[in-house]
């Protein structure tokens, strides 16, 4: 079992920037992918972006959406994969999750990840 607690989330205004981090324990293989969503009040929840983890290698993805301003890092010291949220609109607000899938893909589709965080709530208004 793979247990995931997301952090960071808060509240800011437009043009601001939120470090999210997701926080994996338990039964982790070398190989997997974690991947960041979020569903805004009233739509269906949405891929942000992931990151394929083979080793002590990586590969991230982001969602083309929002690529220009949201990244994907891996912080091997805390043992974390944060999402770094740039140039935040109010159409960024939205409960964010992190999910693992034993698959190494850095998948985009949600029916792939079978853990899933709590989520983290941000919101971005004036």
Same mark, same amino acid.
């Not at 601001?16 to 997701?22: I, T, V």
């Not at 290698?57 to 990244?71: C, L, N, P, Q």
């Given at each position: %079992?793979?247990? #995931?607690?997301?952090?960071?989330? *808060?509240?800011?205004?437009?043009?601001? /920037?939120? $470090? #999210?981090?997701?926080?994996?324990?338990? $039964?982790?293989?070398?190989?997997? /992918?974690?991947?960041?969503?979020? %569903?805004?009040? *009233?739509?269906?929840? +949405?891929?942000?972006?992931? &990151?394929?983890?083979? *080793?002590?290698?990586? &590969?991230?993805?982001?969602? +083309?959406?929002?690529?220009?301003?949201? =990244?994907?890092?891996?912080?091997?010291?805390?043992? =974390?994969?944060? #999402?770094? #949220?740039?140039?935040?609109?109010?159409?960024? =607000?939205?409960?964010? @999750?992190?999910?693992? /899938?034993?698959?190494?893909? *850095?998948?985009?589709? +949600?029916?792939?990840?079978? @853990?899933?965080? %709590?989520?983290? %709530?941000?919101?971005?208004? /004036?």
């Amino acid at each position: %079992q793979v247990h #995931l607690v997301e952090s960071g989330g *808060g509240s800011v205004q437009p043009g601001g /920037s939120l $470090r #999210l981090s997701c926080a994996a324990s338990g $039964r982790t293989s070398p190989t997997y /992918s974690l991947g960041w969503f979020r %569903q805004a009040p *009233g739509k269906e929840r +949405e891929y942000v972006g992931s &990151i394929a983890i083979i *080793g002590d290698g990586s &590969i991230t993805y982001v969602a +083309e959406a929002v690529k220009d301003r949201f =990244t994907i890092s891996r912080d091997n010291a805390k043992n =974390t994969v944060d #999402l770094h #949220l740039n140039k935040l609109k109010p159409e960024d =607000t939205a409960v964010y @999750y992190c999910a693992v /899938s034993d698959n190494p893909s *850095g998948s985009k589709f +949600e029916a792939e990840y079978d @853990y899933w965080g %709590q989520g983290t %709530q941000v919101s971005v208004s /004036s």
